[in-house]
């Protein structure tokens, strides 16, 4: 037997229930069948708000250095983001370790789809746009005026366009290789923006994108457009419709929220912020400081984050095995936290996925 | 009896459907009952796709001219924005003469709820953010890099904040008048922006929004906020929980076309675009290339921009009377078009709710 594969994993819980669901992500890790052959070890590293207060940073060099150096990838939790002019790590994170997309697949299961089969994935750019952060405040004889710049790279909007294409064609090779339950016959990829009023940001995005996904390689790919009103608009009118859907940073922010609202709970909806050689895993949902320390956090987001980690590190066994056991769970629907109606709590639903790995 | 007051209201069909229902919205305010002591004068004005191909440019000198001039009010259809690079008049309208505020109520009536009420209006900022349209490309040896201004001024946040306060108590005391039917208590404006990433841009939208909806006469005024992510979110999990909410103009445009969607249809969602003393209607929904000409396009969304057109002109009972034709139309759900899941055609629709008016 080849000697394991061992992957280091940075472990950043952040804020809030940050707390409570990367520790049952490590669980996962740590629990996988040892026929994977791979092993874990593990670094707890700071970042957040509470890290803010006592270091004067919310993202440590140390962090990010140990990240650079010693990891393979890593679970972020969530900050707090409930204080005025205090602005997310993850944001400054992303730009560090140059994790320029950002994957969110959202999807029903059996069990869990209202009639209306989703199983779509947001592929959102993740390093410029408004994100790039470049702010300006004027004193104005009539009042402040603040600006933001929002920017669109033809490079950028590229690498994405292409990871949209290739996330779409893998899609599909699993969907062939499974043909009797396979939901749509052709892969399809979603541009979104805003080009009838941001003609030259947006319009190369839009241009750029159309041009990465004329590729040869993704020459099966069905490529259409939306403008993003229409896109939030659609997503909720259909969006069993949708595959692939590859948009500018807020946009993309903006449409997953959305979507997960579609599964029932952002609690359900994991991503992974991906570089070349590089993801971190993170729930979607934020630090949720209404429910703060009472252990009822639905774990499914983070543990689901962990194999989308695994997918894009290769591991697509292991990612596999981790979203059966998930979709076991919510399937039977016995253990669910409060956010799907359940009431079970954090530690009863992580014993559940952890039976079924 | 005192003389009739007469309005001279402005024709823009532009393009698409525009030119099916901008009529309709016409033959609702010929047709009001000779009690509301209202007569009303038209003239037709250019706009759109057609008119560039025409005239070489989409909004005519002469049509802000005359509206300027000589009207009261003005109807907007639609304009095509199929084409790259071509961007839509409404948006330097809104500029031209100032309609700093889009007020977009979504709304759903007795039989058409699906067991959650909503009666919510969005409240859009309407001419800065991202829509300034101060747009650059630079050519760099790595490609080519686009940039937006994204621009928030204290006093047009401040405005649009004051006009959201005003609707909230306005809503308040159309409930107060009613006590049975009342669906909540107290007024609430929801502030949604992104102040964890933009904290000076959005920072200070929010930071103003507070300062206007702090002043003495919105004290009965439940104030709240929302980050725009979450907002979607909320909005799609607990759009019953909403009564205005604030936003600039871009997050105000994805969100209604995201409320739009929760009451079934867009041909249902009307709007207006307001400045101190001019209001345009305008249906939220846009040009509808694929329907075009086919006679089905859903008058309500013209129908009750009609109305609410009017509610800003002082017209209360005018707008009252047409809200109650068009709430018998969709209970009754006889006469409804494809959009809703009905058969009728865009005349008997308008028919319908004149029958009832
Ligand atoms: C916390 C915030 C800065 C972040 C974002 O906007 O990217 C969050 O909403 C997300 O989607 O991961
Ligand atoms: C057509 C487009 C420019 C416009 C906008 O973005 O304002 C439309 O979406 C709207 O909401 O009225």
């Known amino acids: 037997m ?3 594969r061992t992957l280091r994993i940075g472990l950043i819980p952040g804020d809030g229930i940050g707390r409570e669901v990367i520790p049952a992500g490590r669980r996962i890790l740590e629990s996988l069948p040892a026929s994977l052959n791979l092993k874990f070890s593990f670094v707890d590293l700071e970042a957040g708000y509470d890290t803010f207060q006592k270091t004067g940073t919310a993202l440590p060099d140390k962090t ?9 990838g890593a679970l972020f939790g969530a900050v707090s983001t409930k204080v005025a002019g205090y602005s997310s790590p993850i944001v400054a994170l992303r730009k560090k370790l140059d994790l320029y997309a950002n994957v969110r697949p959202v999807k029903t299961t059996a069990g869990n789809s209202n009639g209306k089969p989703i199983d779509l994935v947001i592929v959102r750019e993740n390093t410029e746009d408004l994100y790039v952060k470049e702010e300006r405040t ?4 009539n009042g402040k005026v603040a600006e933001a710049i929002k920017r669109i790279s033809e490079n950028a909007s590229y690498r994405i366009s292409k990871i949209a ?3 779409a064609l893998s899609r599909q090779s699993i969907r ?7 939901t749509r016959s052709q892969p399809m990829v979603t541009i979104t923006h ?10 190369l995005f839009r241009e750029t994108a159309r041009r990465a996904l004329a590729a040869e390689k993704f020459s099966s790919v069905f490529v259409e457009e939306q403008i993003v009103d229409s896109m939030v608009y659609k997503l909720f009118r259909q969006p069993e419709f949708y595959d692939v859907i590859v948009a500018p940073n807020l946009y993309g922010d903006i449409l997953s929220d959305g979507a997960a609202a579609l599964v029932g709970s ?7 912020n991906v570089g070349d050689n590089f993801a971190i895993g993170e729930p979607c949902h934020g630090s949720a400081p209404d429910i703060e320390g009472m252990g009822i956090s639905n774990p499914i987001a983070t543990i689901r984050s962990v194999a989308l980690m695994l997918e894009f590190l290769g591991e697509m066994n292991a990612a596999a095995k981790i979203y059966a ?3 076991g769970n919510l399937d039977a629907a016995q253990f669910l936290t409060p956010d799907m109606g359940g009431k079970a709590t954090t530690q009863q639903v992580l014993e559940d996925v952890l039976k079924r790995l």
């Open 325 to 327: 056991a998930v979709d």
């Open 266 to 272: 952002l609690g359900l909806v994991p991503s992974a």
């Open 2 to 4: 080849a000697a394991a």
């Open 194 to 203: 805003k080009s009838n009023v941001l003609s030259q940001t947006d319009g």
């Open 176 to 182: 062939d290789a499974a043909p009797g339950t396979a």
């Open 165 to 167: 294409g290739e996330i």
């Open 138 to 141: 004027i004193d104005t004889p």
């Open 64 to 72: 990010v250095d140990i990240l650079k150096k010693e990891c393979d």
